[in-house]
């Protein structure tokens, strides 16, 4: 509707009165009639002009309090006003109506509205007032009631436009319909619905409160309903109901109606709550959209924050295609809210004037082929989240707004978060499947707080994501990711960006098995990770970037795979309870190693390792296998390429089958380099090492020279007790002389 309403009492009385007729009889000599005196129509259709139409036989006065539809005569007509008039009271029964037309009506004291009646063969017909478009107001009255079926209806495509001076009420059974604008001028609650206040199809109702009054809109019973389901095929247009103030009167319990491209707007300043008596329904009819810009085949439910603790139901069971959007410029949803979508309907929840949606809890079902779709930045705290299997097709559920976590949630299906998210507050997601990366695979998340997925996967098909993980802020930001399945993987194939907290060590990844193939950036501190991990799986490899200044440090089983790149000079170490394998041709390049528990390199199998520098502490512990003479290619080789090497802790030795075969058997005097250091090396490891094989001991001696460390066997002893040996005794107890080849006696 083009027609703007005006903002002060004084225009629309002007517009409306002229002066007063009273004044005129009495400046003409004439006398006044009487003060409020009873005038009654006396038949069924004509116009108010006409004398004979009333009792009286002469139209009403201004001190008239009309009665139209109380005579024999006055029932299921009506009355059309022809001129201007202005009246003391008017009161419409026996389904009879008053229609104004271009004409303008003043009633100085009450409006009422009351009843129906049947015309013969039933058709029920309403008491009414019909309302029609004029330059100025069409109708005033200082009180409207419509009560026990009555209707006021605002005629026309341009629609009348009408105020009430004090208050107004519909009463169980009625309504307010049509295309117009109704103002209200009182103070307190002005407008009091227990009936229905229902747009035409393709009309514009518009309710403005120009004083300090209040709407409410479930009135006295909570059963008042703004029914806005009409929907006109042939201008493809629906039915739109604008509510212009400060807010309500109390909260609402009703029921709100929404047929295809219908707009409620509720311009509230101070918003409004919805109880959890309260319902929202999307009609039979096509599409409803709670929200600011959307396309125009949607309809939608705009303005003031609401608050939200009712049902709100997407769409009409049985029936595909709807669509329901809440995106008032503040959305909350309580914990009694129950959200439900249904087959092939779609539930938006913000919009463009939405500045955010807090979600407290509550339940959210979505049937087999529907969709909820948060589009607006969303703080969730709780809630219970189904579909009807955890297939994207069997309900689809999508944070498609920016999203900050603060609480614990279920997911019963799936989920997708497609939009980048922060975890504000502890939170824990229980979920069958969640999609962390979301349906375009580059969110970003935010994890300053503990974070806790339980789920089966954390993608549509697979447990991959390829997003974004930054986990660097303070000493809580943590990811733990459970997989129902003990034996399951998940593969970080995005960037993993870490930070410690000062010189405190931090876990920041736990849970099940990852897989890095992407990027793992730790850019200061001590960042942790306890999940067992595996650094480059297949030929898919990944880049580990650890800044001057900064560790990693892994904390469970830990391979690192030969095709990883390392980049960087930070340190990588090996944590208490660790268990590292470093592949065979795996190179740190600049980032240096701290061993404190199990260092191996390609574990049971032959290989050579680098790294910058290197640090073995006294809880470490260094495997090597030995399983020929070349170093590298048949016993492990672990080259320091930048600094020293530090030693401490123990050393193990393990002998290793021969191409599969029998275990290889060193001779006493073989010696084999193990550790080579270009910046040199210190210390010494805390043991003798000694290896079992069967029967037999291989007792080594460690060699440390300035740049390298050398195993050499010193002698082989058979178990104490084997009768077996018995006749062995003079040749196990020999050395190889290397020169020349002559079995000597072990020197003592």
């Known amino acids: 509707m083009s027609r703007t309403l005006r903002p002060t009492r004084s225009s629309r009385t002007r517009t409306i009165a002229p002066a007063s007729t009273i004044s005129l009889l009495v400046a003409a000599g004439l006398a006044a009639p009487a003060f409020a005196q009873p005038w009654h129509w006396n038949t069924d259709v004509g116009l108010w002009t006409t004398p004979g139409?009333?009792?009286q036989l002469a139209p009403p006065p201004e001190t008239a309090n009309v009665f139209i539809g109380n005579t024999p005569a006055a029932e299921n007509g009506l009355v059309s006003l022809n001129t201007y008039a202005e009246i003391a009271g008017l009161t419409i029964t026996n389904g009879m109506a008053l229609y104004t037309h271009s004409h303008s009506l003043r009633v100085n004291g009450d409006t009422v509205i009351s009843g129906t009646n049947l015309f013969p063969g039933g058709t029920l017909r309403r008491s009414a007032l019909h309302v029609g478009a004029t330059d100025g107001v069409s109708f005033r009255t200082a009180r409207l009631t419509i009560q026990s079926g009555g209707q006021l209806n605002f005629d026309g495509n341009s629609g009348g436009y009408a105020t009430v001076d004090d208050s107004a009420s519909?009463?169980?059974?009625?309504?307010i319909t049509g295309h117009g604008e109704l103002g209200f001028y009182g103070h307190g609650t002005t407008l009091i619905n227990n009936g229905s206040i229902s747009p035409g199809p393709g009309s514009l109702l518009r309710m403005q409160q120009f004083g300090a009054g209040r709407f409410d809109l479930d009135g006295s019973s909570g059963d008042g309903q703004l029914d806005l389901s009409l929907y006109n095929a042939a201008t493809n247009s629906g039915a739109s109901l604008r509510l212009d103030g400060t807010g309500l009167s109390?909260?609402?319990?009703?029921?709100?109606?929404?047929?295809?491209?219908?707009?409620?707007?509720?311009?509230?300043?101070?918003g409004w709550v919805?109880?959890?008596?309260?319902?929202?329904?999307?009609?039979?009819?096509?599409?409803?959209?709670?929200?600011?810009?959307?396309?125009?085949?949607?309809?939608?439910?705009?303005?003031?924050?609401?608050d939200f603790s009712g049902l709100l139901r997407a769409g009409f069971t049985g029936i595909e295609g709807h669509e329901l959007a809440l995106a008032s410029s503040q959305i909350t949803l309580r914990q009694?809210?129950?959200?439900?979508?249904?087959?092939?309907?779609?539930?938006?929840?913000?919009?463009?004037?939405?500045?955010?949606v807090l979600i407290e809890g509550g339940t959210f079902d979505v049937a087999h082929g529907g969709n909820l779709i948060f589009s607006a930045p969303t703080e969730i705290r709780g809630g219970v989240f189904s579909t009807a299997g955890s297939g994207s097709a069997e309900g689809f559920i999508n944070f498609n707004g920016e999203t900050q976590w603060r609480g614990n949630v279920t997911i019963d299906g799936m989920a997708h978060q497609s939009a980048n998210a922060t975890v504000a507050a502890p939170s824990v997601i229980n979920a069958t499947a969640f999609d962390m990366d979301g349906t375009s695979g580059d969110t970003i998340w935010n994890v300053n707080s503990s974070l806790v997925v339980n789920t089966q996967r954390i993608d549509d098909f697979s447990s991959r994501f390829d997003g974004t993980l930054n986990i660097t802020a303070g000493l809580l930001g943590r990811l733990t990711l459970n997989l129902a399945d003990p034996n399951e993987s998940w593969q970080m194939n995005g960037t993993m960006n870490l930070a410690g907290s000062g010189g405190l060590p931090v876990t920041r990844v736990a849970g099940s098995h990852m897989q890095v193939t992407g990027n793992l950036n730790v850019t200061s501190g001590i960042a942790q990770i306890t999940a067992d991990t595996t650094f480059s799986h297949g030929s898919d490899s990944a880049t580990i970037t650890i800044d001057a200044g900064a560790t990693l440090r892994m904390r469970g089983?830990?391979?690192?795979?030969?095709?990883?790149?390392?980049?960087?000079?930070g340190t990588l170490q090996n944590g208490v309870d660790g268990d590292l394998v470093l592949n065979s041709g795996v190179s740190l390049s600049q980032v240096g190693l701290v061993n404190n528990s199990l260092l191996r390199i390609a574990a049971d199998a032959p290989g050579i390792a680098s790294v910058?520098?290197?640090?073995?502490?006294?809880?470490?512990?260094?495997?090597?296998?030995?399983?020929g003479i070349v170093a590298g290619t048949e016993h492990d080789l672990f080259l320091v390429t930048g600094g020293s090497a530090i030693l401490d802790g123990v050393l193990n030795v393990g002998l290793l089958p021969i191409g599969g075969g029998s275990t290889f058997a060193p001779v006493i005097g073989d010696e084999f380099t193990i550790l080579s250091a270009l910046g040199g090396v210190s210390g010494v490891f805390s043991n003798d090492p000694f290896t079992q094989v069967g029967w037999l001991t291989y007792d080594w001696t460690i060699i440390y020279n300035p740049h390298t460390v050398v195993l050499r066997l010193d002698n082989i002893v058979p178990a104490p007790g084997s009768v077996a040996l018995l006749g062995l005794g003079g040749l196990v107890a020999v050395r190889r002389r290397r020169s020349s080849g002559v079995l000597e006696p072990r020197r003592s």
Not at 279 to 299: C, K, M, Q, T, Y
Not at 337 to 350: C, K, N, P, Q, Y
């Open 53 to 55: 139409n009333w009792v």
């Open 612 to 627: 910058d520098r290197f640090t073995s502490t006294a809880t470490a512990v260094l495997g090597v296998d030995i399983g």
């Open 336 to 356: 009694a809210a129950r959200i439900e979508v249904t087959a092939g309907s779609t539930l938006f929840v913000g919009g463009a004037a939405t500045s955010g």
């Open 250 to 270: 109390d909260s609402f319990g009703g029921r709100i109606l929404m047929g295809a491209r219908s707009d409620l707007h509720m311009n509230l300043t101070e």
């Open 274 to 306: 919805a109880d959890a008596s309260s319902e929202i329904l999307s009609s039979l009819s096509n599409v409803v959209v709670l929200g600011g810009a959307f396309p125009d085949s949607r309809s939608v439910i705009r303005g003031g924050p609401i």
């Open 170 to 175: 519909i009463g169980v059974n009625s309504l």
């Open 557 to 569: 089983h830990t391979v690192v795979g030969s095709n990883t790149l390392f980049a960087g000079s």
